[in-house]
């Protein structure tokens, strides 16, 4: 069974940068997906970033554009997200979850979530 255990998030000032880690145990569908997700309070959750598993192809919203970098080391078993020039409106709850979609470029993709990460970006 797939199991997703985030770390890294915590509080930046505004133009800070942070990390995000998803450890993934368990048997992985390469044909999958994994991707990183995001929920403030009163928003829906949304899509931060998304790859597949077996070619590595990327999918990044306008939202988060090239400020952050979703990246996937299969020997660690472990998806990143790298985030920088963080603004306040990036302070989140943050979950990644794993699906059978091609980038999990929506949350409806996903079947498996992690149990989320807080990320608070304040001055």
């Known amino acids: 069974q797939v199991q997703l255990v985030e770390s890294g998030g915590g509080s930046v000032q505004p133009g800070g940068s942070l990390r995000l880690s998803c450890a993934v145990s368990?048997?992985?569908?390469?044909?999958?997906?994994l991707g990183w997700f995001r929920q403030a309070p009163g928003k829906e959750r949304e899509t931060v970033a998304g790859?597949?598993?077996?070619?590595?192809?990327?999918y990044s919203p306008d939202s988060t554009g090239n400020r952050f970098t979703i990246s996937y080391d299969n020997a660690k078993g472990t998806l990143y997200l790298q985030m920088r020039s963080l603004r306040p409106d990036d302070t989140a709850m943050y979950y990644c979850?794993?699906?059978?979609?091609?980038?999990?470029?929506?949350?409806?993709?996903?079947?498996?979530w992690g149990q989320g990460i807080q990320v608070t970006v304040s001055s």
């Open positions: 979850g794993a699906g059978l979609a091609t980038y999990c470029s929506a949350p409806k993709y996903v079947h498996l």
């Open positions: 790859l597949h598993i077996g070619n590595g192809d990327k």
């Open positions: 368990g048997p992985i569908n390469r044909r999958g997906c």
